[in-house]
Nanobody, 123 residues
Framework: VQLQASGGGLVQAGGSLRLSCAAS????????LGWFRQAPGKEREFIAT????????LVADSVEGRFTISRDNAENTGYLQMTTLKPEDTAVYYC?????????????????WGQGTQVTVSS
């Protein structure tokens, strides 16, 4: 399975971005989709995850109400809609897929990772 994250960029505080995660080579519709981020000097941080079967969504408190995770199984693509961006959201964002199909906040539950896309929010 290969994941390709895209959609990052430079945006002013208060702005919005939509990240995409295109999957190929596997049964994406059966995998749990996760988004994580990592800022310089910090540990990888869970952002959101979406269970493939139940569509149960878990979202980190730090982005609750601002970020929305979704997926289009027909297009083998996952999304992270980010609104009301803050400078502290600046990080490399990674998408990931868990072949178990179950949502998890823990990065080691995920089997496949995209290469990351940089999001920079200016104040």
């Amino acid at each position: 399975v290969q994941l390709q994250a895209s959609g990052g960029g430079l945006v002013q505080a208060g702005g919005s971005l939509r990240l995409s995660c295109a999957a190929s080579g596997g049964t994406f519709s059966r995998y749990a989709l996760g988004w994580f981020r990592q800022a310089p000097g910090k540990e990888r941080e869970f952002i959101a995850t979406l269970n493939w079967r139940t569509n149960i969504i878990l979202v980190a408190d730090s982005v609750e109400g601002r970020f929305t995770i979704s997926r289009d199984n027909a297009e083998n693509t996952g999304y992270l809609q980010m609104t009301t961006l803050k400078p502290e959201d600046t990080a490399v964002y990674y998408c990931a897929a868990a072949t178990s199909g179950y949502s998890s906040r823990f990065w080691d539950s995920y089997d496949y990772w995209g290469q990351g896309t940089q999001v920079t929010v200016s104040s």
